[in-house]
């Protein structure tokens, strides 16, 4: 069951079952329209969902008020967050009105479940998880550190790093950039042509300038890996534990082993210490920790939201507020009034 249209004959309410396929069929075949991340959350939820209605004798397609509220409170039952839950109910909506239906989610009873799991989770003690912010110290000590290595694994997770928390892009954004990317300014930094990103798909794309330091650490891996020559190479590509790069690759790495180099800084700084979670996540640095880190940085130095949101190409004011959130909470207003040096006695 890894395709939508395999689905679409099962579990369904009524006789609109041809009308019904040949609308996911349509679905299935633009899903190019989608990012690869949702595409997979996307199957991962049906395939969960469609257990469920199976174990449970319930319909699929078109899914009820009824059964959509059950559904909630099962995932609920499981322990799993209200974001997880939430995103179950959102691409199930999602893939009814694709598939030309009316969404359960829209149900007065389904909205209600939703705020009742919602309010539950809030008052038992539940908070939205954060990655552990990677700042400039951890930077410089990480720098310190690799910057000298024979290891070309050493070179390339410093690379890595670098452009991570120098640019704030997504590790999946990362993952794709190419030899061909780089140019150079006038004063021989780098460049990235970095093409599109989750939040901004256009055609003249965006670009990331490099730091005369992390300009410096990119092009230390480039040629120690010998990549300069092969610009459709990916600049961020396995390493043989010979000390060689394993072969000049178009193809991304992989999210685990992108993971795999937060989790070595991770053990090169030292710090390995957890932090207390609700639901046992982001205990370490993880691929969001440079993003995490760089927007709290410069929130410390007093960059403007509006300037961070754009160094992060983020499109919403909360999503960033999350993150910041510690910083910005002694910038408040009513702190500022209670230490003011003239209060009146």
């Known amino acids: 069951m890894n ?4 689905f679409s004959g099962l579990a369904l309410s009524g006789g609109a079952g041809d009308d019904l396929t040949a609308k996911l069929a349509a ?6 329209a989608f990012s690869p991340n949702t595409w997979r959350q996307l199957l991962s939820v049906m395939r969960i969902c469609w257990r469920w209605t199976q174990e449970n004798r319930r319909s699929f397609l078109p899914m009820s008020p009824e059964d959509m509220q059950d559904y909630l409170f099962y995932l609920e039952s499981l322990g799993r967050s209200t974001s997880t839950i939430s995103v179950h109910a959102a691409l199930m909506s999602m893939l009814h009105r694709n598939a030309g239906l009316v969404p359960p989610t829209v149900s007065p009873d389904v909205v209600r479940a939703k705020k009742k799991i919602n309010r539950t ?4 003690g539940e908070r939205t998880g954060q990655a552990v912010p990677f700042c400039r110290p951890d930077l410089n000590r990480l720098d310190a550190a690799w910057k000298s290595s024979p290891r070309l694994q050493h070179l390339r997770d410093l ?8 640019t704030l892009l997504r590790m999946s954004e ?7 990317d780089i140019s150079r300014a006038a ?5 990235l042509d970095v093409g599109w990103t989750k939040t901004i798909l256009q055609s003249g794309g965006i670009v990331k300038a490099l730091s005369a330091r992390s300009s410096e650490r990119l092009m230390d891996w480039i040629n120690a890996a010998g990549l300069a020559g092969e610009p459709d190479a990916v600049l961020f590509c396995p390493i043989h ?3 060689k790069i394993t072969s000049v690759t178009e193809v991304p790495m992989s999210a685990p082993c992108l993971e795999d180099i937060w989790r070595r800084a991770r053990r090169l700084a030292g710090e390995m210490h957890r932090v207390k979670t609700n639901k046992g996540r982001y205990s370490s640095w993880s691929g969001h920790s440079a993003r995490v880190g760089a927007a709290q940085d410069m929130a410390r130095k007093g960059i403007s939201i509006a300037q961070i949101m754009q160094e992060g190409t983020w499109t919403q004011t909360q999503t960033l507020m999350r993150y910041i959130r510690m910083v910005e909470a002694h910038k408040g207003a009513m702190v500022g009034l209670m230490e003011m040096d003239n209060w009146p006695d």
């Open 159 to 166: 690379a890595f790093v670098h452009v991570a928390y120098s």
């Open 187 to 191: 004063d021989g930094r780098i460049i």
């Open 174 to 180: 990362l993952s794709r950039l190419r030899v061909r």
């Open 27 to 32: 679905f299935v075949r633009h899903r190019e």
């Open 241 to 243: 534990r010979s000390n």
């Open 121 to 124: 989770a809030v008052i038992s």
């Open 3 to 6: 395709d939508i249209s395999g």
